[in-house]
């Protein structure tokens, strides 16, 4: 039978050719015996391909009885199972994808590339935001043997240009909201630029009206912020003195917030902002009014330096004269 590669050595080093393409590569030994070995390896494996992933499967067993059951759906369960809180909910919902359906029922050590691009092609951004964060799962816990794509041949994340909510935005709101709580609310969410959660959850024990600070942890991050307020007062004293600040909304989930939100942007006309566009404006404003960043950061309640130069990269900042 004729061997689709052969050996031969040059310089004391065994090299193999294939002789479809003609290509040369090196084997990296000066051993007759490995090199054989090795030549062998590859012309059996152009051979019988399917018999190869059965060897795989047998070798792999002897080291992870699940290797040939594990499934995507089991990385998708075991990634949940890790995560606590919003995050977990977050997870949750983006299991339910349609976009995955493809991928569930499939067994990792089958899973080629083409198989990920597809539901990549067909999916949106979160799908590739997600997609890379079980494929790196799966590397971490060593349910993959290797990439099933490699890290550079990812299609780049692109997400949707996102601003702040201006000042004239943010008083049509306030001056068309009719409830006095939500108003409350949104004022608030300008002035600290807090998240919606984080704001929707304060309560009045937050307060501290002897230091004039307001203080909270994040939930996403578990990040302190605490804030001292001036203007803000006025709106502390309408709501209540004890409990939640805003009982309603603390009770919704940030999704129905969220489109309560949107509904009160359709009655203004106003499009392209969301309840996260305030603390694009609050960064934005820090910026510009030469906040230092530590202060910002600590404010937004969290520690990326990175994180927060996003939110504020749209800030007009004019540098006096050093005069």
Request: glycine share 4%.
């Amino acid at each position: 039978m004729n061997q689709r590669f052969i050996l031969f050595q040059r310089a004391g080093v065994f090299y193999y050719e294939d002789r479809q393409t003609r290509k040369q590569i090196s084997l990296r030994t000066r051993d007759r015996a490995e090199a054989l070995t090795l030549l062998h390896a590859k012309n059996e494996s152009a051979r019988q391909p399917v018999l190869n992933l059965q060897l795989a499967r047998v070798y792999l067993a002897a080291s992870d009885t699940q290797v040939a059951t594990r499934t995507w759906q089991t990385v998708l369960d075991e990634i949940i199972r890790t995560k606590t809180g919003a995050n977990q909910e977050r997870w949750i919902a983006s299991a339910k994808s349609k976009q995955f359906d493809a991928l569930r029922s499939r067994t990792l050590i089958e899973t080629q590339p083409e198989h990920l691009l597809h539901v990549l092609q067909e999916g949106t951004v979160l799908t590739n935001v997600y997609l890379r964060r079980m494929h790196n799962f799966a590397l971490d816990m060593s349910w993959l043997p290797a990439s099933v794509i490699p890290k550079r041949q990812w299609p780049p994340v692109c997400y949707k240009e996102k601003r702040a909510i201006t000042f004239d935005e943010h008083t049509k709101i306030v001056e068309r909201e009719h409830n006095p709580a939500t108003r409350a609310f949104y004022q608030l969410l300008w002035h600290l630029g807090g998240s919606q959660s984080d704001i929707a959850t304060l309560t009045a024990e937050d307060i501290d009206w002897s230091q004039r600070t307001v203080s909270y942890r994040r939930r996403k991050t578990g990040v302190s912020a605490l804030i001292s307020f001036g203007v803000e007062a006025a709106i502390f004293r309408e709501l209540p003195k004890s409990g939640p600040l805003f009982p309603a909304l603390a009770r919704i989930h940030e999704r129905h917030r969220a489109k309560l939100f949107i509904k009160r942007l359709a009655t203004v006309g106003i499009t392209g902002v969301s309840l996260h566009s305030y603390r694009y404006a609050w960064a934005e404003r820090a910026k510009e009014a030469g906040y230092p960043e530590r202060f910002a950061m600590q404010a937004l309640g969290h520690s990326s330096k990175a994180v927060h130069r996003a939110y504020a990269k749209r800030a007009v900042v004019t540098v006096p004269p050093l005069s």
